[in-house]
Each structure stands twice: as structure tokens, then as C-alpha cells.
């Protein structure tokens, strides 16, 4: 009895086109969100009640609901089901600190976009394969940039920052494109060197020298310093993958990983934000405001914490105008990732955060045999910059960041359960090391044979022969 067509094969009945078409378009609307929910104005202060962008919301639906049409879940109920245990582990703790959150609307409606788009995000990687996302992601950066100096060219009043506003006078002249800020344009850059930079492929070697050159001089122009030391940081990480053998890479990019965190922290601290006039020493003098800020509501909440999405940009009720002063509460988040989760989730929360997100996707990385050479280099090197960047800058589990959204591709290209890998590349053959010849029987079937040594007859067998 012939067996019924399996519904498991998950690339040949989603509508595939379709699929890559939604994930270029979720790229580019992660980079531009924070444009849409601000506007064409380059003055324009952020929110502080909480109400978030309506336009923003609007479209992730939009993008959502033409994925759900490309999966054809009637077809497969199981491409629903995209979340890794582990990071759905970290998803759900979010979910239940809203019972406890300080502005429960504002708390859900942020968990729920998170939540939306992590779904959207292994919901596509486990319908392509390692090669498309990386295509998607170096098409994506690359129209984004042409466009970013186009704006700085033609509209340098909104590609470059202005300086009209207190809190950006020392940007004034640095480079952002079309993005909101030069540390989104940066970080930008910064991941886009590094995906031309490994798993080149078929491009030609010409491409790969230009992008990674015009990426370069944005980032240089753009003045973003953590992005720079952390790029840096995430190309010798790969090329130490690539170099040394697997009982070391682990403790070798770890140390990397560490000095290049400290270098990024340091300058983080040190750096005056305000230079020239606004030298005063009651002037707002660097993220170490808004740190103590956080430290001293950590200390007072350890357990708890405000809940997911209730700390920043909720309104009065927010504890920023407890614990920091008036140019702290005028900021959407706490510049380090870390603290900012210690302070909404609590120390217990942060723990879970940082081990479903960190510790296990980074001990699989390196501990799988499948992640060999120029994926393997790629992917250290994303993974190292994604988490030294919140060190200074805060991503992790915030809701749309681009790299919050390039460390779960990444996640997702380190562990083959979650993506369409080529897995012919490691068959049993080449493993063994045995090569495969192909031919043709009779009846026109092909079959494999192995090229092995013709064992050697024993002496009893050849005196048989003699005679």
C-alpha cells in the first residue's frame, strides 16, 4: 500500500516566493520602524506616554498576516509552532511579569509586538535555507546604505544629525542616513561588514571589497565607537574560528568577547556626550546617569522588577522620575540591555533572559560539528556583536531593535532544527571521508558505490588458486 504524501516537507508547499518577498520587507521595516514611529522630521522627540506608533503596529500586522498567508497553516498546522522551546521559556516570563507590571496596557501591548515578531522571525527561517536568509539580509543592508548616503547626499538636514536639540550637540555632522540615529546606522554598517566579510560564496570578490568598503566609511563617518571596537571584535572572533581547532575556540572568543565588552564599557562611561558649551558639571555627562539610575531601582526591586515594558516611556507613573533626573527620564531605555531586563524582569528574569538567549545558543554554536569554517566564522562573529552592542546600547528582547532581530537570525543559522539546511553537505560520506562515484545500473536506476581498497586474499586462498 502506497504511503500517503508526507505534510512534514515544509519548503514545497508554503508559497516560497512569497516567503522571500516578506522577509526582505520585515528586514527593511526593522531598520525603518523607529522612522515611522518619528516621522521625516529629524527633530522630533520621542514619546514618553507609552502610546507607541500606531503606523509601526499597522504594518508588523500587515507583514504578519501575508506570512500567515505564505505558511498555509491549514496545510501544515505545525509552521505555526516556530518558537524554540528555550526562547519561548523567555518569552512566557514576560508574559507573566505583566501581572505585576507597573502600567499593564503599555506592558501588554509591548510583549505582544515582541512576541509577534520573534514568531515572525523563526517562522521564515525554518521555511529557508541558510544561504536565502543570508541573500535576504545582504540585499536588505545593502539598498538601505545606497539609500543612507543617498539621504546624506541630497537631504544632508535629515541624513546627518543637526545638533538642534540639547542632547545631540555633539552629534552634529555624524552620519545616520535614513535611519533614526547614527548607533542604528552604525550597528547597521557594523553587521553588514561582517555578513560580506564570511560565506562569500558565489559573489564575486569585487562586490564583497565594495560593500565591505562603502559599509566601512558610513560606519567611520556615522561615529559610532561601540560599533566599531564590536565589529572589529566580531571579525577577529571569526577568523580565530576559522583558525583554531574546536577544544579552543570556545575560550579563545570568550576572551575576545570580555576585552572587547570592557573597551566598549569604558568608552560607554568616559566618553562626554555634550562636549565644547555644555562642559558644565551639572550637565547630563554620559550613560553613567542613566545606569545608576537603573542600579539604584534594581537595588530597591530585585526579585520583580517593574515588569516587561514598564520602566521607560510609560508615563508619570514611570519610576525614572523616582530614581534619575530630568534629562534621564527623557530617555526610551537604559543603554545597556542587561540592566534594562534586571530592572523590568528583576535579577531572576535577567538570569533566564541571558541563559535562553546567551549561554545555550552560544554553547551550541560552538560545540556543533555542522558549523564548520566560513558559516561558523559568520556566525561568531554576528553573535559576538550582538551581545557586546548591549553592553552599551539596549536590544536584548527589545521588541523591534535590528539587533535584537539579527541575534535570533542568528540563533536560528547556528542550530539546523531551526532553519532549511542543506544537509547532503553532511552526509555519512563525508563524514567517513568516503567518496561517493555515481553510475547507472541496467534498468536505468542510479546507486551509490564507495571507492575502497580490494582486500587481500590469504595464503590458503591463493594455494587454491595455483592448483
Not at 501544515?76 to 499593564?104: K, M
Not at 570592557?262 to 554620559?286: C, E, R, W
Amino acid at each position: 500500500m502506497a504511503k500517503p504524501p508526507s505534510t512534514d516537507n515544509q519548503t514545497s508547499v508554503v508559497r516560497k516566493d512569497l516567503l522571500l518577498k516578506i522577509a526582505f520587507a520585515f528586514i527593511a521595516l526593522v531598520l525603518l520602524s523607529p522612522v515611522l514611529s518619528l516621522g521625516l522630521n529629524p527633530d522630533t522627540m520621542t514619546s514618553t506616554g507609552g502610546e507607541g506608533s500606531t503606523l509601526r503596529q499597522v504594518c508588523y500586522i500587515v507583514v504578519a498576516a501575508l506570512l500567515l498567508y505564505a505558511l498555509k497553516p491549514t496545510e501544515n498546522y505545525r509552521r505555526l509552532l516556530a518558537i524554540p522551546l528555550p526562547l519561548l521559556i523567555g518569552v512566557l516570563y514576560c508574559w507573566l511579569s505583566v501581572t505585576w507590571a507597573i502600567e499593564p496596557s503599555v506592558a501588554l501591548r509591548r510583549i505582544a509586538l515582541m512576541t509577534l515578531i520573534i514568531w515572525m522571525v523563526f517562522a521564515m527561517m525554518r521555511q529557508l535555507k541558510f544561504e536565502e536568509v543570508l541573500f535576504i539580509l545582504r540585499w536588505a543592508l545593502s539598498l538601505v546604505l545606497l539609500a543612507s548616503y543617498a539621504a546624506v547626499i541630497f537631504m544632508p538636514t535629515f541624513g546627518m544629525h543637526s545638533g538642534n536639540m540639547m542632547d545631540n550637540l555633539a552629534l552634529a555632522g555624524d552620519w545616520r542616513g535614513i535611519l533614526e540615529q547614527k548607533n542604528l546606522a552604525g550597528a547597521a554598517c557594523a553587521v553588514m561588514i561582517i555578513v560580506f566579510a564570511f560565506e562569500r560564496g558565489r559573489m564575486p570578490k569585487w562586490i564583497q571589497f565594495t560593500a565591505i568598503a562603502a559599509a566601512s566609511y558610513f560606519l567611520y563617518r556615522s561615529n559610532s565607537k561601540t560599533s566599531v571596537a564590536l565589529c572589529l571584535s566580531g571579525l577577529i572572533a571569526g577568523f580565530i574560528f576559522l583558525r583554531y581547532k574546536l577544544k579552543y575556540k570556545g575560550a579563545v572568543i570568550g576572551v575576545l568577547a570580555v576585552a572587547a565588552v570592557v573597551v566598549s564599557v569604558l568608552n560607554a562611561i568616559y566618553q562626554n556626550p555634550l562636549a565644547g558649551k555644555l562642559a558644565d558639571p551639572k550637565a547630563f555627562t554620559g550613560r553613567t546617569k542613566i545606569w545608576n539610575t537603573l542600579f539604584a531601582y534594581i537595588h530597591d526591586h530585585p526579585i520583580l522588577g517593574s515588569g516587561y515594558g514598564s520602566f521607560w516611556n510609560i508615563g508619570p507613573n514611570s519610576p525614572v522620575y523616582k530614581y534619575g533626573t530630568l534629562e534621564v527620564t527623557l530617555m526610551p531605555y537604559g543603554h545597556n540591555g542587561f540592566l534594562d531586563m534586571a530592572a523590568q524582569l528583576g535579577l531572576p528574569g535577567l538570569i533566564v533572559i541571558v541563559v535562553v538567549t546567551i549561554f545555550m545558543p552560544f554553547g551550541k554554536l560552538i560545540s556543533s560539528p555542522l558549523l564548520i569554517g566560513q558559516k561558523g566564522a559568520l556566525l561568531v562573529g554576528l553573535f559576538l556583536f550582538c551581545i557586546g552592542y548591549n553592553f552599551t546600547e539596549t536590544a536584548l528582547f527589545y521588541p523591534d531593535s535590528f539587533v535584537f532581530i539579527i541575534l535570533l537570525i542568528t540563533i536560528g543559522l547556528s542550530q539546523p532544527s531551526l532553519i532549511n539546511y542543506k544537509r547532503e553537505k553532511f552526509s555519512v560520506h563525508n563524514l567517513l571521508r568516503i567518496t561517493p562515484t555515481r553510475s547507472a545500473d541496467a534498468a536505468g536506476e542510479a546507486t551509490v558505490r564507495t571507492r575502497t581498497s580490494i582486500p587481500t586474499a590469504s595464503p590458503s586462498v591463493r594455494r587454491r588458486r595455483k592448483q
